[in-house]
């Protein structure tokens, strides 16, 4: 079984300021992580993805994620926040491999609002 | 780059009524696509995973009478909502892989359909 914790419901951060999304997994196998953005009444972006390569990912649109296995932990990143960051942000654990793979579980979300 | 296309983006019924939603891969092949119901401010949850020429896969809790996947091509998945009443309200969206080009470990997501029944 896997699961996702992303550990803040909302972040509030000001224009130009570091962004720390938290996310915690569990899986039974070397899971594969992603972080997916959706901006209102919109689908899904990928903006990175870990599927056992570099423990330190990096994304679009400035953002990166670093895969900590002994902490179990996925966290994403952004020296800088832009006005256009604001939305919600999804976790998202999958098994690796097989037939199984797409069966994503996503995290509860973390919206990220940004002021000016 | 890869595209997944929905359809319609958004739509009303009337309770009761059937509503078909497509899913396109656009540019690539995929013999399996995910469909995703997702509730107002909540997040995504896996509904069933549709496999090109069988039966979809249905996760548990979800009615499979009531939600019928079709996946008859390798670019196409249909979901329909059977006599829909107002609790099927949702937002839907569905996810295809790459199954035979380079992006196979990667997910596309198309951009949802906003059911709404009155």
């Known amino acids: 079984a896997q699961s996702v914790t992303q550990l803040d419901s909302h972040v509030s951060v000001s224009e130009g300021t570091p962004v720390l999304l938290r996310c915690n997994y569990s899986s039974s196998y070397s899971p594969s992580l992603f972080w997916y953005v959706q901006h209102p009444n919109k689908g899904l972006q990928l903006l990175l993805k870990?599927?056992?390569?570099?423990?330190l990912v990096k994304g679009i649109n400035g953002f990166e994620a670093e895969f900590k296995k002994s902490e179990t932990s996925f966290h994403l990143t952004k020296p800088s926040a832009h006005m256009s960051d604001a939305a919600e942000y999804f976790c998202v654990v999958s098994e690796p491999g097989g037939t199984s793979y797409g069966k994503l579980t996503f995290g509860q979300g973390t919206i990220l609002t940004v002021h000016p | 780059g890869a595209v997944v296309s929905q359809h319609p983006s958004w739509v009303i019924c009337k309770s009761g009524t059937s509503v078909k939603i497509e899913c396109r891969s656009l540019d690539f092949q995929a013999t399996t696509m995910f469909w995703y119901r997702q509730f107002p401010k909540q997040s995504l949850m896996l509904m069933a995973t549709s496999n090109e020429g069988s039966k979809a896969t249905y996760e548990q809790g979800v009615e499979k009478d009531k939600f019928l996947i079709n996946h008859a091509s390798l670019t196409l998945s249909t979901l329909t909502v059977t006599s829909a009443h107002p609790e099927d309200s949702s937002f839907y969206i569905c996810?295809?892989?790459?199954?035979f080009g380079a992006g196979a470990n990667v997910l596309t997501f198309g951009a949802g359909s906003r059911l709404t029944v009155l």
């Open positions: 996810s295809a892989r790459d199954t």
């Open positions: 870990y599927t056992s390569a570099a423990t």
